[in-house]
């Protein structure tokens, strides 16, 4: 049983919190007993797991004090796993991401991405890290069955690409196909330059002035489901 803070398992777990220092090593943490057995499913095999002296769960046994010392959620935390990060490849239907910075709205539009069929989720520049602990959290596992993948700029995506532009365009319901649904950041919207590389501009028809990017990707994300469907 691990009862020292110096152990090394430990200190790699709470660096883990930084992004430079999941950027360096390529692994993330997931923490909890619906996150680890999520992945467990996805068939996901952790770099190491810790859990609770006591709480019966996998992984190697930790002081419960000590466990609480890295985690994020606080002192109810019985397990936590370390896992190597995995960027898939594009395909379509996808939603793409740029310069949305709250890593609570990147895990909501991955796990709006499992729940409407999205065959990908593409983080461009500027975008809050899929693995950061909040994204994580917040995708409530779908991080682990999404393939998710950088990209540099537009021209990436599988087309047709559709920007999503507040009162612009067509209404999103009225499209016929879509390759790609492109969702900037609340303030700036999307780069003109990645609007530039779109096929297509549309809108989600709303009565007040806009919708956060998490709301907006998962509305479109219904829409392109629903167009797949009835193509």
Not at 9 to 15: I, V
Not at 128 to 145: E, L, N, Q, W
Not at 163 to 168: F, H, S
Not at 205 to 224: C, D, F, K
């Amino acid at each position: 049983m691990i009862t020292s803070s110096d152990n090394a398992k430990l200190k790699g777990t709470r660096k883990l919190a930084a992004r430079k220092h999941r950027d360096i090593t390529g692994r993330f943490v997931a923490e909890g007993e619906d996150l680890v057995a999520a992945a467990a499913a996805a068939g996901w095999e952790p770099v190491w797991q810790l859990s609770a002296a006591g709480s019966g769960l996998p992984g190697e046994e930790v002081a419960p004090a000590l466990l609480a010392e890295v985690s994020l959620l606080g002192s109810g935390t019985r397990t936590l796993a370390v896992y190597e990060q995995r960027w898939g490849n594009l395909s379509s239907p996808c939603v793409a991401l740029f310069g949305v910075h709250d890593p609570g709205n990147v895990g909501t539009v991955v796990r709006s991405a499992a729940a409407f069929g999205a065959a990908s989720v593409a983080i461009g520049p500027e975008s809050a890290d899929p693995y950061s602990p909040k994204a994580v959290r917040a995708s409530m596992g779908a991080i682990f069955t999404v393939p998710v993948a950088r990209v540099t700029g537009a021209e990436e995506l599988p087309v047709p690409r559709v920007g999503l532009v507040a009162r612009e365009g067509e209404p999103l319901d009225r499209l016929e196909e879509i390759g790609t649904l492109l969702v900037g950041g609340e303030r700036q919207g999307l780069p003109p330059a990645v609007l530039d590389a779109c096929e297509q501009r549309a809108h989600i028809p709303i009565a007040t002035e806009s919708l956060n990017a998490a709301m907006a990707a998962t509305v479109g994300l219904y829409e392109a489901n629903r167009i797949a469907r009835r193509g």
